[in-house]
């Protein structure tokens, strides 16, 4: 079956950065682009782009440009999301999400404070 | 860029009971990128409705889908306590605001 399993959860001060790895199983993982979503406390998830996984192309949506980086390693079926000079408010849950939305992973919470 | 705007906000309603949910798009939208999600808290998001009137696989037959254009309705039939939860309408990837269905 379907599986995305995500990193854990992270405390991390402001100005570090944070890896989150999706790690998927079930199905050829470059068969579907990767989908990342932040879901801030309290709040409605926001997409904030995917990944092309066959060319490892990116598309980040307006908001999320900058510090915010998409990759693979497509040899261990896993996709990852990097934020960089965190700030308080990137303070939230975020989730991957393969291209159809039929299947999620289960969160990681990224908390960020002094 | 489309905005959803989903309403109400809050709907109040008793197990048992149809519950209608709506979602408006700012400009007409493809209904083949319409979904609805459902989110119990501490869970993620759980697809429902994709192609504004599909249902997925496993999702209870109470659970429809319509709409066209700029103007959506998730409708839940009959009320079990477990859907007393928050619903998200989505066009291409963004989201409305959320709905939340309570007791």
């Known amino acids: 079956q379907v599986q995305l399993v995500q990193s854990g959860s992270v405390l991390k001060k402001p100005g570090a950065s944070v890896k989150v790895s999706c790690e998927a199983s079930g199905y050829s993982f470059t068969s579907h682009s990767m989908n990342w979503v932040r879901q801030a406390p309290g709040q409605g998830p926001e997409w904030m782009g995917w990944?092309?996984?066959?060319?490892?192309?990116?598309t980040y949506v307006p908001g999320f440009t900058g510090r915010f980086v998409f990759s693979l390693d497509t040899s261990a079926s896993t996709a990852y999301l990097e934020i960089h000079s965190l700030k308080a408010e990137d303070t939230a849950v975020y989730y991957c999400?393969?291209?159809?939305?039929?299947?999620w992973g289960q969160g990681t919470l990224v908390t960020v404070s002094s | 860029e489309i905005v959803l705007t989903q309403s109400p906000g809050t709907l109040s309603l008793s197990p048992g009971e149809r519950a209608t949910l709506s979602c408006r798009a700012s400009?007409?939208?493809?209904?083949?990128?319409l979904a609805w999600y459902q989110q119990k808290p501490g869970q993620a998001p759980r697809l429902l409705i994709y192609g504004a009137s599909n249902r997925v696989t496993d999702i209870p037959d109470r659970f429809s889908g319509s709409g066209s254009g700029t103007d959506f309705t998730l409708t839940i039939s009959r009320l079990e306590p477990e859907d007393f939860v928050v619903y998200y309408c989505?066009?291409?990837?963004?989201f409305g605001q959320g709905t939340k269905l309570e007791i």
């Open positions: 990944i092309d996984t066959n060319t490892g192309n990116p």
């Open positions: 400009q007409s939208v493809s209904s083949s990128y």
């Open positions: 999400s393969r291209d159809r939305w039929d299947h």
């Open positions: 989505q066009q291409s990837g963004t």
